[in-house]
């Protein structure tokens, strides 16, 4: 079973990969990173799958916000809802946010299609989108691969327990997500509990003379 798993990942493991970052994927990735301790597929193969995946993703999409911007602001009401968002986070961090897009979370997509829907030069996304899909893809990738390492100083024989340190390690994957998915519940809770304390706030009447 292990050998057939492991041809399966030699022959389609690393276009699956290409596909899953050029969408997203963080979690194949790490995945994909504890396999290749495991001896099914080759780190830097793994690493160069991901790059390559990843950042012709992000060149896809800011190509498609230049040519096609508008019309997916009214298909999609995601992209219209984070629109001033991102904005506001293009007029803050300027160039960085290019090299940043792919670690935020809730803006990996969006980001570069309105970053192609402004007037941010193509060839400098084009530099900082390849450093930002080089780092990506070697954080993440040795992430998964690091994993694998640490278990093998708890665990002699991995093998055995592959498919619990699978389901391990999607946990880990899960439990971070969350966490995101929870700081931005709050932070957005807060910001609304402020908002509405500002606005039950009385008025103070205006004060001054009236001149004749």
Same mark, same amino acid.
């Not at 190509?63 to 809802?81: C, D, E, N, S, V």
């Not at 002699?156 to 055995?160: K, M, N, T």
């Given at each position: 079973m292990q050998e057939l798993f492991k041809e399966y990942l030699q022959v389609h493991g690393y276009w699956v990969l290409f596909l899953g970052t050029f969408l997203e994927g963080e979690a194949i990735l790490i995945f994909a990173g504890f396999l290749a301790f495991q001896g099914y597929l080759d780190i830097y193969l793994v690493m160069l799958a991901a790059l390559v995946g990843s950042f012709l993703g992000d060149q896809f999409y800011f190509? #498609?916000?230049? #040519?096609?911007? !508008?019309? +997916? %602001?009214? +298909?999609?009401?995601?992209?219209? /809802?984070?629109?001033r968002k991102a904005l506001r986070l293009i007029e803050r961090y300027g160039t960085f946010v290019a090299f940043v897009s792919r670690y935020t979370y809730g803006f990996r997509i969006v980001l570069p299609v309105i970053l192609g829907m402004t007037t941010f030069p193509s060839r400098r996304f084009l530099y900082l989108n390849f450093l930002s899909a080089l780092a990506?893809? #070697?954080v993440f990738s040795l992430a998964g691969y690091l994993f694998g390492k640490t278990a093998s100083l708890f665990i002699?024989? %991995?093998?055995?327990y592959e498919p619990y340190l699978m389901l391990g390690l999607a946990g880990i994957i899960l439990c971070l997500w969350s966490s995101h998915f929870v700081v931005h519940r709050w932070r957005k809770r807060h910001? /609304?509990?402020? %908002?509405?304390? #500002?606005?039950?706030? !009385?008025?103070? !009447?205006?004060?001054g003379h009236n001149h004749r």
């Open positions: 190509h #498609i916000g230049r #040519i096609k911007g !508008p019309q +997916l %602001l009214r +298909l999609f009401t995601t992209f219209a /809802r984070k629109f990506w893809s #070697i002699e024989d %991995l093998r055995s910001a /609304r509990a402020r %908002l509405k304390r #500002i606005k039950s706030r !009385p008025r103070r !009447p205006k004060t």
